[in-house]
């Protein structure tokens, strides 16, 4: 919440020092929102199929070790070999696609970050070269810019995490539902 309140508050105070940079600054936000949503979905997707294919290869494992002596009775060690090296590549490939999407994500947000700063050092320039703004007030401009775009990147660490936060509670939900309706047909069944 924090966050939020320091980004209004140099917002308005960017937007009272200069209100033409504090607009073509505010131009990059909807780029910012565009790339969020973009890649929302893409990364709780990905974080999704990660913790499944995670839970695969942790169930296989368990299988696999509880079930030894039957496993060695048939002489298929190949097999459970295989399937694991199977979800192992599986889960490495769902790892591999989350890394990419967040590699992709913040890196955006930096750059659209970056563009408003050229925005400012540009119409910043203008105006110093026309007198409208001294080189100390375009470098005070500069710093309060740069406390606007930290609450962003913040923002940005802040959805990844809870992205992967959400996919967690999902699985969660659904074991917690699955065990209550197993509870309740035991609970039939002794009655």
């Known amino acids: 919440m924090g966050i939020f309140f320091t980004f209004i508050g140099v917002w308005a105070f960017i937007f009272y020092v200069n209100w033409q940079m504090a607009l073509a600054v505010s131009l990059t936000f909807p780029f910012m929102f565009i790339i969020y949503r973009v890649f929302r979905g893409r990364i709780h997707t990905a974080f999704r199929a990660a913790r499944r294919s995670q839970s695969d290869m942790s169930n296989q494992m368990q299988n696999t070790l509880t079930q030894i002596e ?107 539902i699955l065990i209550r309706s197993n509870l309740r047909s035991l609970r039939t069944k002794v009655q």
């Open 70 to 176: 039957l496993i060695k009775s048939y002489a298929s060690e190949n097999l459970e070999e295989e399937r694991f090296e199977e979800n192992s590549n599986r889960n490495k490939r769902d790892l591999i696609q989350v890394t990419h999407n967040m590699a992709i994500f913040s890196p955006l947000v930096d750059l659209v970050n970056y563009i408003g700063t050229a925005i400012i050092l540009t119409l910043g320039a203008y105006f110093v070269i026309h007198d409208q703004l001294t080189v100390g007030q375009l470098v005070a401009y500069l710093s309060y810019v740069s406390l606007l775009q930290n609450p962003i990147r913040s923002l940005t660490s802040l959805l990844n995490q809870l992205q992967e936060s959400l996919v967690s509670y999902g699985i969660t939900e659904g074991l917690w």
